[in-house]
């Protein structure tokens, strides 16, 4: 193995929904020297005043750094082990050197897919399409959550630089999903967290994509629980390309009162609605666990959303004990079930302890890290899973 003498293991760029930062907390409480940076344009001081305050029990504030140009990103990219590049970044990151990338000595490039990356982007016929689909062979390897329409078209691109990974459990160290944030079973009303993106298609216009989540049908099942009976509220985020459709759906329904809109919220305010809630919503559509379902999870809260388990498999040896459904009938029957109590508080244990027990990177990631780099760092300081008795509290 080679010594390590450069500043950092771990360079992270992509800041959408704070990835950067987020990563950077988890991969810090690991052992590794991380840096995150962003453009100074794009608000890395403004991240400072909000973001970092939240992330930076490992990761350090000063760790957080700004560029100004394309030649200051290679600069300081050369001071890495490694590039953890979130939906593209590097592309963006680069500019005008990005035909230069082959000859700009940068460190080896994992590329951590989201979003619609691959279920749209990697197979679009036009040149945005073309230069990501060269960006995925250009990267010494890819992170793809596995869900149907990431296996299709990994398969249909003949890719074989990629892996499927876990999501990591970020808020270990935070005290999140231990015997107080439980879902208590509090009894009627109940609250449904629903911060996933409004996106049924309502909205497309040409050919359907493939990312929509399909929520159409939990809002129409939740109204019908409500009008025979159902004491319950469902706090909804403002976001996606068909929130004006759902809107107007919930005007139409004659219970609007029962839905309470929530406009941009920050990480931290996030993660109170997350505590607060009874369950959390995610998607319908894309059958495949993410970032809102896993850090729900280790709150230990019940989620309700559809999982395609042959998919889930590739990465996950058993299923999580979320609420799975997909049709509006099924959707409808699990709100239903909500109402039991103990129902949920089992739901919610079994999502904590699902989330401890398989919501980890360290020896995956500590391989990739050394096979792509030659280094291995002195001291993992790998953070273990906790002990499962913290859940049992709760009881």
């Given at each position: 193995?080679?010594k390590?003498?450069k500043?950092?293991?771990?360079l992270?760029?992509?800041n959408?929904?704070?990835?950067?930062l987020?990563y950077?907390?988890?991969?810090?409480?690991?052992?590794?020297?991380c840096r995150?940076?962003?453009?100074?344009?794009?608000?890395?001081k403004?991240?400072?005043?909000?973001?970092i305050?939240?992330?930076?029990?490992?990761?350090?504030?000063?760790?957080?750094?700004?560029?100004?140009n394309?030649?200051?990103?290679?600069?300081?990219a050369?001071?890495?082990n490694l590039?953890?590049s979130f939906?593209?970044?590097?592309?963006?990151?680069?500019s005008?050197?990005w035909?230069?990338?082959?000859?700009l000595?940068?460190p080896p490039?994992?590329?951590?897919?989201t979003?619609?990356?691959?279920?749209?982007?990697a197979?679009?016929?036009?040149?945005?399409?073309?230069v990501?689909?060269r960006?995925l062979?250009?990267s010494?390897?890819?992170?793809?959550?596995?869900?149907?329409?990431?296996?299709?078209?990994?398969?249909?691109?003949?890719?074989l630089?990629f892996v499927?990974?876990?999501?990591?459990?970020?808020?270990?160290?935070?005290?999140?999903g231990?015997?107080?944030s439980?879902?208590?079973?509090?009894?009627?009303?109940i609250?449904?967290?629903h911060?996933?993106?409004?996106?049924?298609?309502?909205?497309?216009?040409?050919?359907?994509r493939?990312?929509?989540?399909g929520n159409?049908r939990?809002?129409?099942?939740?109204?019908r629980?409500?009008k025979?009976?159902?004491?319950?509220?469902?706090?909804?985020?403002?976001r996606g390309p068909?929130r004006?459709?759902a809107?107007?759906m919930?005007?139409?329904?004659?219970?609007?009162?029962?839905f309470?809109?929530?406009?941009?919220l920050?990480?931290?305010?996030?993660?109170e609605?997350?505590?607060?809630?009874?369950?959390?919503?995610?998607q319908?559509?894309?059958?495949?666990?993410?970032?809102?379902?896993?850090e729900?999870m280790?709150?230990?809260?019940?989620?309700?959303?559809?999982?395609?388990?042959?998919?889930?498999?590739?990465?996950?040896?058993?299923?999580?004990?979320?609420?799975?459904?997909y049709?509006?009938?099924?959707?409808y029957?699990?709100?239903?079930?909500?109402?039991?109590g103990n129902y949920?508080?089992?739901a919610?244990?079994?999502?904590?302890?699902?989330?401890?027990?398989?919501?980890?990177w360290?020896?995956?990631?500590?391989f990739y890290?050394?096979?792509?780099?030659?280094?291995?760092?002195q001291?993992?300081?790998?953070?273990?899973s906790?002990?499962?008795s913290?859940?049992e509290?709760?009881?």
């Amino acid at each position: 193995m080679k010594k390590n003498k450069k500043p950092y293991d771990i360079l992270l760029i992509g800041n959408l929904a704070s990835n950067d930062l987020m990563y950077a907390e988890y991969l810090s409480r690991l052992g590794f020297k991380c840096r995150a940076i962003r453009r100074s344009k794009n608000g890395a001081k403004s991240a400072r005043g909000e973001d970092i305050s939240f992330y930076n029990k490992h990761f350090k504030e000063n760790d957080l750094t700004e560029y100004r140009n394309p030649f200051e990103f290679v600069r300081l990219a050369r001071q890495c082990n490694l590039v953890l590049s979130f939906t593209g970044s590097l592309i963006g990151f680069l500019s005008y050197l990005w035909p230069l990338r082959r000859i700009l000595r940068l460190p080896p490039v994992i590329n951590i897919t989201t979003g619609s990356d691959i279920t749209e982007l990697a197979i679009e016929r036009s040149i945005r399409g073309y230069v990501y689909r060269r960006y995925l062979r250009f990267s010494d390897m890819n992170f793809f959550v596995a869900y149907p329409h990431s296996v299709k078209n990994i398969l249909k691109l003949r890719l074989l630089n990629f892996v499927f990974i876990k999501w990591p459990f970020y808020f270990l160290s935070r005290d999140i999903g231990t015997a107080e944030s439980l879902s208590k079973g509090r009894g009627e009303p109940i609250y449904f967290f629903h911060p996933s993106h409004l996106d049924w298609g309502a909205s497309d216009s040409g050919v359907a994509r493939n990312s929509t989540k399909g929520n159409d049908r939990f809002i129409r099942a939740f109204i019908r629980a409500v009008k025979e009976g159902l004491d319950g509220y469902c706090v909804i985020l403002d976001r996606g390309p068909d929130r004006q459709a759902a809107k107007d759906m919930i005007k139409k329904s004659g219970v609007q009162d029962r839905f309470i809109w929530e406009k941009h919220l920050t990480r931290e305010g996030l993660y109170e609605e997350f505590k607060k809630a009874d369950v959390i919503v995610d998607q319908f559509d894309v059958g495949g666990l993410g970032g809102i379902a896993f850090e729900a999870m280790s709150f230990g809260k019940p989620v309700m959303m559809y999982l395609n388990e042959p998919c889930l498999r590739l990465v996950y040896p058993v299923m999580p004990p979320i609420l799975n459904c997909y049709t509006e009938e099924e959707i409808y029957g699990q709100i239903i079930k909500c109402r039991d109590g103990n129902y949920l508080r089992v739901a919610g244990i079994g999502s904590a302890h699902w989330a401890c027990k398989y919501g980890n990177w360290d020896d995956s990631f500590c391989f990739y890290y050394t096979l792509l780099t030659g280094d291995k760092p002195q001291d993992y300081g790998w953070l273990r899973s906790p002990d499962p008795s913290l859940f049992e509290k709760g009881k």
